[in-house]
């Protein structure tokens, strides 16, 4: 089965096992709340940190007694480092990680992947030539829908899985704006109006992350943005872009389908929850809403929604973050997650994204030192990633259908 999804572990990592040194590549928002826990986990034995703005390296590094500052990306890849973690801005991921690669760096990169087919197939050919590990930091593939659905999926309780939806519902008012132009400086609106759709995956790597499938053809429609300020306006765009709004209908590797929205302009509470997911099988049922989570079979509905509440922790630490986004940033672990392979070290520190963070930093240490490709490795992330970048230019066509690569098979892998 070619999809298949690999077991989680069930043990904690030790120092025994190994260490390596870690390089932090761009020290913004959302680099912190990773740092803190790779500074905690017990196979890292130190954190380099390079921004292009000195100043927030500088910031970063001094949270951490064993931290260094590094000058340049450059002088990283040139460095002793053995892997780089890149946290820049969404649509420079592909040549950086590319870079890394060549320089013989194990690599973790913040989502997406990339945003051309072409930097995905650069990714996958560098990491077969060079068996370096690489990993894409999807924090929906610990969302706790994602996580519930990946163990009934895999038990069969919902016989064939027919159907599903994954929705990443953030409203530009809810952070995004303060976000943007933290990011983007002067010329933020140019890069504000980053494509949706080229964002695609928290809302398909929430289903594709628990359903052992792959997209194969998209067709999709593009809502053009009415706000006129600016964003999401082509004339101002780097990207072109005047989507605000965009849905995916998609046809599955199993025969299935799945839908998703990627939706910028919309009056619904993200901070309460921003990937919702639903899927239907021929026994049975699972869908979200912001609040409620219900369990459905042909005789009843089931109100589960408790299992799937993270606990939240305060943002005390996360200055740098629009209050916004906090909520995101500062939650805990929910009922369904299992905590027991998670480092000891990582007991009370900070979280994030309904409880995703502490399994991504430790997926990616425990891949390092075992030498063990991660579950969202390069495939899997293309799988995660490929989908969205058909599906916009299925929008850009007006929603004509088109074939999304299978990357397997053009690298000859399983
Ligand atoms: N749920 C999630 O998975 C999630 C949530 C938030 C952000 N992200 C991702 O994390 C990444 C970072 O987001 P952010 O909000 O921190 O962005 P940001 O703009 O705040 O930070 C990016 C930093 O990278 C630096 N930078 C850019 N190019 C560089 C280079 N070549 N060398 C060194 N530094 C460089 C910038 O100066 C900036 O400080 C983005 O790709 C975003 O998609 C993912």
């Known amino acids: 089965m070619p999809f298949t999804l690999p077991p989680e572990p069930t043990t904690p990592m030790t120092s025994e096992a190994g260490s390596f040194t870690l390089g932090i590549v761009g020290a913004g928002q959302f680099a912190g709340s990773f740092a803190a826990l790779w500074n905690l986990h017990p196979n890292v034995v130190q954190l380099r940190v390079t921004d292009v703005l000195p100043e927030r390296a500088e910031k970063l590094a001094a949270r951490f007694p064993r ?23 969404r649509w420079t991921h592909g040549p950086l990680v590319v870079q890394a690669l060549q320089a013989g760096k194990h690599v973790y990169s913040a989502v997406p992947m990339a945003v051309e087919i072409t930097e995905i197939e650069q990714i996958i050919a560098e990491v077969e030539r060079t068996g370096l590990i690489y990993m894409m930091g999807e924090t929906s593939y ?5 996580v519930y659905m990946r ?38 609106k140019a890069t504000a109006s980053y494509p949706p759709m080229l964002y695609p995956t928290h809302a398909v790597g929430g289903v594709l992350g628990a359903l052992p499938a792959r997209a194969v053809s998209v067709s999709c429609i593009g809502i053009e943005d009415d706000r006129g300020d600016g964003v999401f306006d082509r004339e101002v765009s780097q990207f072109n872009n005047s989507f605000s709004n ?33 899927f239907f099988g021929t026994e049975a049922s699972f869908e979200q809403l912001a609040h409620h989570t219900v369990w459905n079979d042909k005789k009843d509905s089931y109100d589960i929604s408790e299992q799937f509440i993270p606990v939240r ?30 480092p000891a070290e990582f007991d ?37 990633t490929a989908p969205g970048i058909i599906a916009h230019t299925s929008a850009l066509e007006g929603g004509i259908r088109l074939p999304i690569p299978d990357f397997r098979e053009a690298s000859g892998s399983e």
């Open 246 to 278: 965009a849905t995916a209908l998609f046809e599955l590797s199993d025969g299935g389908a799945m839908r998703t929205n990627e939706m910028r302009r919309v009056g619904y509470p993200s901070p309460i929850r921003e990937s919702r997911f639903r």
């Open 151 to 188: 163990h009934k999926i895999r038990a069969g309780e919902l016989g064939r899985v027919f159907y599903a939806e994954g929705d990443y519902v953030h409203d530009m008012d809810l952070g995004f704006y303060a976000a943007y132009q933290y990011s983007g400086g002067e010329n933020w």
């Open 348 to 384: 009370g520190a900070p979280n994030g994204h309904e409880g995703s963070h502490h399994y991504l930093a430790d997926d990616f240490a425990r891949a390092v030192v075992t030498g063990q490709q991660p579950p969202v490795d390069a495939h899997r992330a293309a799988i995660f």
């Open 313 to 342: 922790r305060g943002a005390e630490t996360l200055q740098e973050v629009d209050p916004d986004l906090r909520a995101a940033f500062s939650s805990g672990t929910a009922p369904v997650h299992e905590t027991a392979r998670l």
């Open 142 to 146: 610990y969302n706790p829908a994602t």
């Open 67 to 89: 931290a260094e500052v590094v000058a340049s990306f450059e002088d990283m890849l040139a460095s002793d480092v053995d892997a780089v973690a890149i946290f820049t801005q």
